[in-house]
């Protein structure tokens, strides 16, 4: 169940798997949806993926402590210019991430870059900013995840893909359970993303180029 290491290119490894976890931050929140996120991080860890999340409190971080508690890696995008607003302006989390990203876009600005950093980008919860994040990974034809049973803007969001009536590319799976939602994730990953990254790089040098 899940991959047990990272995809290979010939002899060279494959960057590993991202996957983004967005919700909520705040509000009232039922213990066992914090439990079920908690349960998501482990799995993202026992799987070998990078964890990526806004770097901020609530459900997202309860995740990157699942994450943590299995030694997995895990990625902060956050709003601040650097660590000093991170904590004071923000009051966001420093604990449990490998590398916090200073984007000093702000709440909202930072989610471009926070939904563009992922190969898979999982909802569960939320309010207005998860609900912006969403529409970003519909639009630019992200692999979506919805932890179903975790109430707030995820409830909705079939139902507004419906009323969007449109096809961007993106794919949307679903399901209550944590580890079938990867398994369902990573399937979509395996059969479309992946062999689309490997023929990019198939004739170009894994190092890169230097400028002339």
Request: glycine share 14%; with cysteine; proline share 5%.
């Amino acid at each position: 169940m899940g991959l047990t290491q990272r995809p290979r290119l010939g002899d060279d490894l494959f960057p590993r798997m991202t996957v983004g976890v967005m919700g909520s931050s705040g509000g009232m929140i039922p213990p066992e949806v914090f439990d079920r996120l908690y349960e998501l991080g482990r799995e993202i860890a026992r799987r070998g993926y990078v964890l990526i999340t806004g770097a901020c409190p609530g459900l997202p971080h309860e995740a990157v402590k699942g994450a943590k508690s299995l030694g997995g890696v895990v990625v902060g995008v956050s709003p601040a210019l650097n660590f000093e607003e991170h904590v004071v302006k923000f009051h966001s989390p420093v604990h449990g991430y490998d590398a916090l990203i200073y984007t000093g876009s702000g709440l909202m600005g930072r989610e471009i870059e926070n939904i563009r950093s992922c190969d898979v980008v999982v909802f569960a919860g939320g309010r207005s900013g998860t609900l912006g994040e969403f529409a970003i990974a519909y639009d630019e034809s992200k692999v979506i995840g919805i932890l179903e049973g975790t109430d707030g803007i995820t409830a909705h969001l079939q139902q507004i893909v419906s009323l969007v009536n449109k096809d961007t590319g993106a794919v949307v799976v679903c399901s209550h359970d944590p580890g079938e939602l990867l398994d369902r994730l990573e399937h979509v990953y395996q059969e479309h993303l992946l062999p689309h990254y490997q023929k990019l790089v198939a004739d170009r040098d894994p190092d890169g180029v230097l400028e002339v």
